[in-house]
């Protein structure tokens, strides 16, 4: 079983749609959790990070966490075309390296 | 700031070649790490460098791949002999001192292919 398991997809939705992208870890020593977006042909790119459980927000953007589920989320508000790419979740024990997810692709529509 | 820059970003070698990909992380990040990528699948840890010495490599298939950092700034991963499995995107990442778990910058990759 892997450490950290995300929801495979593809997702499609239409502009503006409300979407939410999840994750399980089964690593209890998990204490940080970064979901990263990542574009075709490019590297990752940091979208947030979050310690404790509970929601951090960032403009259209809500990561959740749960630790007493492992239950990680993403939410993206008033979804863009531009947000089409490949979502990725991380955790971290606190040694400062990530186990990623599989990420979860996806197609916002106009 | 400038970014983590790597290189080549193509490269395309025969099974039981060697090839060598090269890192420049941020300037100041003394954490840098290789991860692996394979298609339709998240990043793995290859190797974590602190400066210039290995944090963790447990993850490094060290019969084939080799990786070092000299004066702690530009790091080099090599393969040799490569195999068809090692087919993937080589990203490179780099953080500030102790920052690696608020989230790392990632390099473009180089994407390998070995047939």
């Known amino acids: 079983q892997k450490e950290v398991e995300q929801d495979p997809g593809p997702l499609s939705v239409p502009e503006g749609a409300i979407v939410s992208l999840n994750c399980t870890y089964s690593n209890s020593a998990f204490q940080y959790f970064m979901w990263y977006r990542q574009y075709s042909r490019k590297g990752p790119e940091l979208l947030m990070y979050?310690?404790?459980?509970g929601n951090k927000e960032d403009g259209r953007f809500t990561a959740q966490v749960d630790k007493s589920s492992k239950y990680i989320s993403l939410f993206i508000r008033d979804s863009q075309p531009s947000d089409s790419a490949t979502y990725l979740c991380a955790s971290n024990t606190n040694a400062g390296k990530s186990t990623f997810g599989d990420g979860t692709t996806l197609t916002v529509k106009p | 700031e400038a970014g983590v820059a790597q290189s080549p970003r193509y490269k395309i070698i025969e099974k039981r070649q060697s090839v060598a990909f090269w890192c420049n992380p941020i300037?100041?990040?003394?954490?840098l790490y290789w991860y692996q990528q394979i298609l339709g699948q998240g990043p793995k840890l290859l190797i974590q460098?602190?400066?210039?010495?290995?944090?963790?490599d447990s993850q490094l298939p060290k019969d084939r791949f080799s990786a070092e950092r000299l004066k702690g700034v530009d790091s080099t991963l090599k393969i040799q002999p490569a195999k068809l499995e090692d087919s993937a995107v080589y990203l490179c990442?780099?953080?500030?001192?102790?920052?690696?778990?608020?989230?790392?910058?990632f390099g473009s990759g180089t994407r390998l292919t070995v047939v």
């Open positions: 300037s100041g990040h003394a954490t």
């Open positions: 990442a780099s953080s500030l001192e102790g920052l690696g778990n608020y989230g790392y910058t």
């Open positions: 460098f602190q400066n210039n010495g290995v944090v963790d």
């Open positions: 979050t310690y404790s459980s």
